[in-house]
């Protein structure tokens, strides 16, 4: 469901709650309130500098950090704090991170050094397992390029755009494809020749060849 606006202290914010979440919130006081996580006493604040004793600001973007310093730090009966980018005459309000506690981030960022790890290492298993000729290089700009992509590069979501990523990577770097015209209708020959040099190329790297 589309996040809809709340009107908190006669300023607009866009948070991630839906409709049905606005419509059945009751603060226990004017900053706080229920999250559709079932995080309670989430604090709104507009200012990253200004956060409680003991918080540090963790920026959004990374999904498994952020996820799981929210969860640990209402299971440890505290509060998390989502620090919003103010309205602006061009831009709307924006969620911009979270302050939490400084041990939670603590343990979470090692936490997640040890899973991304792991990602690390199933995908390299993977890449030395299904396509045992490719050149190292490209092993490294390919995992290189899939760790860029996802926080988990041995997950599912990774592992099942593997193809889609390699695929992109034989077209952009060993066939003419960008300097093609793709609006001519002359150029279909020069794209079939394209996608039959990605085909053989990925049939070398397996070693069917």
């Given at each position: 469901m589309a996040s809809a606006p709340i009107?908190?202290?006669?300023?607009?914010?866009?948070?991630?709650?839906?409709?049905?979440?606005?419509?059945?919130?009751?603060?226990?006081?004017?900053?706080?309130y229920t999250n559709r996580l079932g995080e309670s006493l989430m604090q709104i604040t507009f200012?990253?500098?200004?956060?409680?004793?003991g918080y540090v600001f963790v920026p959004a973007g990374n999904v498994y950090i952020t996820r799981h310093c929210r969860?640990?730090?209402?299971?440890?009966?505290?509060?998390?704090?989502?620090?919003?980018?103010?309205?602006s005459q061009k831009k709307l309000a924006k969620q911009v991170g979270i302050h939490v506690p400084e041990d939670v981030f603590e343990q979470v960022a090692s936490d997640f050094e040890t899973f991304e790890t792991r990602?690390?290492?199933?995908?390299?298993?993977?890449?030395?397992?299904?396509?045992?000729?490719?050149?190292?290089?490209?092993?490294?700009?390919?995992h290189h390029a899939v760790s860029s992509r996802y926080s988990n590069p041995?997950?599912?979501?990774a592992l099942n755009e593997l193809y889609v990523t390699i695929d992109s990577y034989i077209r952009d770097r060993y066939t003419a494809y960008k300097l093609l015209n793709i609006h001519k209708a002359q150029d279909t020959d020069a794209f079939s020749e394209v996608r039959q040099k990605i085909r053989k190329t990925i049939a070398l790297w397996r070693g069917e060849n």
């Open positions: 009107v908190m202290l006669g300023m607009t914010i866009h948070t991630d709650a839906t409709s049905e979440e606005i419509r059945n919130f009751k603060p226990t006081n004017s900053n706080f200012n990253r500098d200004s956060r409680p004793p969860r640990l730090t209402n299971e440890s009966g505290r509060s998390v704090e989502a620090v919003y980018r103010g309205k990602g690390s290492e199933k995908l390299w298993r993977r890449l030395h397992k299904n396509y045992p000729k490719m050149p190292l290089v490209d092993k490294n700009e390919i041995g997950g599912k979501s």
